[in-house]
């Protein structure tokens, strides 16, 4: 007979980050691929806002939309990739993606959002580079189309 899976385990050993807050936005889970991709310890991180990893100039917006997931339960982005800037430990930019899923207790009052994410900043920069690249290119036709 197998046991249960251990899912502490099991989050510490995926590749993305896990990071869990609670409905006052307190982070309560931290993995080490959220080590790795923003820097900070669990011990850094547990007990800290989510401002730890959201720019200054998002942090309106993230905390509005935070509040209203928690007063309704409910989320549109349940299902959906969000694309959006974050912040490393050190201070650069990175670029991440992320999906999230909501906690509930028995009553089905919202005990918390979950959140996987993935560090999409080399991604982001090359296609950011492409689209120049394409840019440029379709600038220097234009320019040497005879008249």
Sequence with gaps: MSSAPNLTGL???LGDAVVVADPEGAIVVWNAAAQRIFGYTRE???GRPLDL???????RRHWDGYANTMRT?????GTKLLKVPALHKD?????IAFTVGLLKDEAGAVTGIAAVIRDE???WQEEKHLRQR????????????PA
Excluded: C, Q, W
């Excluded at 990893?53 to 942090?59: V, W």
């Excluded at 339960?73 to 982005?77: A, F, H, I, N, S």
């Excluded at 201070?91 to 670029?95: E, I, N, R, T, V």
């Design 73 to 77: 339960g409910e989320t549109k982005y």
């Design 134 to 145: 394409i840019a440029d290119l379709e600038d220097h036709l234009k320019d040497n189309v």
């Design 121 to 123: 900043t080399e991604r």
């Design 44 to 46: 850094e991180a547990l």
């Design 11 to 13: 989050v510490d050993a």
């Design 53 to 59: 990893i959201t720019p200054d100039r998002h942090r």
């Design 91 to 95: 201070g650069h930019a990175l670029s």
